[in-house]
């Protein structure tokens, strides 16, 4: 276990939530799991499975002692004060063995998958962090279908310390279903042939986080697309997870929305992740869609089934099968196919190369025929902070 901490205490349902601010450390134990590995996956050689953590801390210099607290070199922006992973979850101080079991055998998982999302430029990490980050990425891609786009895509979230730091200013430029409606895909970094950009904006929105874990949480935020006359939005976001064994975690995220130009809708994410080995992590996400937009005919769905791997040397590879597709439209599976993606970060530590490459066969409309779709797309990403390490390491 990484850490053990205070607990707040909602006044009207007694519920307890993280505290970020009054959490204190302790000294990891000598246990090895599969994420302890995937966590030093940053420094140049992994080391063995069967090292304990304390031995490996020992031995690192005083020069990545700020990486291993998680703390970027100072050459970022600045380390953020006390920076907490989004997997340590708060425990009664009377917690017995089974308890702490429990804890330890749920940190495993979702710190590979943390690792995961965040090397891969993945939102699914936003959802939990209450730090201020950002991320700006320039990429382009080309495919049979749709020809060549070029993308330019900002996230960014200030969070408020006046307000708790519960509080932040969000800042997004890209595709709003994205950013309101989390109709996102494994990985966003690069729009490719089944997460094409359709609608690009540029919006900013005020939101209030209760509980800054992967486990439990909620969140609330208002805004707008910025254009003329401004198109204001409101959203609400659940996320629940539960340890399913010690290699598999189940994520529950519900979202529901309102736009003024579109009304009502709500959007259902389920993730199981399961950890083959050190190195390796197999995720299956399912999402549905459903709101009053007249675009969508009836419920739009999507499945992934997604092969994380892990290099040494600050390399990933990600292979993603999808499906998709709407269940009262002409053609109910609009698209299929698989892709590859390579990603590695260049020069520094915040700054990312991606290309990928994929194969599909679309069909939106009832006269298309269903053609075999190439496509190839490239791109960088910057992160700029403080930005938690576990978030890009």
């Not at 330019?152 to 950013?179: H, Q, S, V, W, Y």
């Not at 590879?317 to 299929?336: C, M, P, W």
């Not at 797309?377 to 992160?383: K, R, S, T």
Request: glycine share 8%; hydrophobic share 35%; aromatic share 12%.
């Amino acid at each position: 276990m990484a850490g053990v901490g205070c607990a707040t205490q909602d006044s009207t349902s007694g519920e307890h939530w993280p505290d970020d601010d009054r959490r204190t450390t302790v000294a990891r134990p000598s246990i090895t799991t599969p994420a302890n590995a995937a966590i030093v996956a940053d420094t140049q050689t992994r080391p063995q499975p069967s090292a304990p953590i304390e031995d490996l801390s020992a031995d690192r210099s005083a020069e990545t002692a700020p990486a291993e607290a998680g703390i970027l070199p100072d050459e970022i922006g600045g380390g953020a004060e006390n920076p907490q992973s989004p997997c340590v979850e708060p425990m009664e101080g009377t917690a017995n063995w089974l308890d702490r079991s429990q804890t330890q055998v749920y940190k495993t998982v979702c710190d590979t998958a943390v690792w995961f999302d965040g090397f891969f430029g993945s939102n699914r990490y936003d959802a939990a962090s209450g730090k201020t980050y950002g991320r700006l990425g320039l990429s382009g891609f080309r495919d049979q279908y749709d020809g060549f786009d070029m993308k330019l895509r900002l996230r960014a979230k200030f969070e408020l310390p006046a307000l708790e730091d519960r509080a932040a200013l969000m800042i997004g430029r890209g595709d709003e279903k994205d950013f309101i409606e989390e109709r996102k895909t494994p990985s966003d970094s690069i729009p490719s042939n089944f997460n094409q950009i359709e609608d690009e904006a540029f919006l900013i929105g005020l939101g209030y986080q209760r509980g800054n874990g992967l486990k439990r949480g909620i969140s609330f935020s208002v805004g707008a697309k910025i254009r003329a006359p401004p198109e204001p939005y409101a959203k609400v976001r659940y996320r629940r997870a539960w340890d399913l064994s010690n290699s598999t975690l189940l994520q529950l995220r519900p979202v529901g929305y309102w736009k003024s130009e579109e009304g009502f809708g709500s959007t259902l994410h389920v993730d199981i992740d399961r950890l083959l080995s050190d190195d390796y992590m197999l995720r299956w996400t399912s999402s549905g869609n459903i709101s009053e937009d007249k675009e969508i005919e009836g419920l739009a769905w999507t499945n992934w089934l997604s092969l994380y791997h892990a290099f040494a040397d600050r390399r990933a590879i990600s292979y993603h099968a999808f499906v998709l597709g709407e269940t009262r439209a002409d053609v109910k599976t609009q698209n299929y196919g698989v892709e590859v993606r390579y990603r590695r970060r260049i020069a520094r530590q915040w700054l990312f190369f991606e290309i990928v490459s994929s194969v599909s066969w679309p069909r939106y409309l009832i006269e298309e025929n269903r053609d075999i779709n190439w496509g190839f797309g490239a791109g960088f990403e910057m992160y700029f902070g403080p930005v938690p390490d576990a978030q890009i390491r």
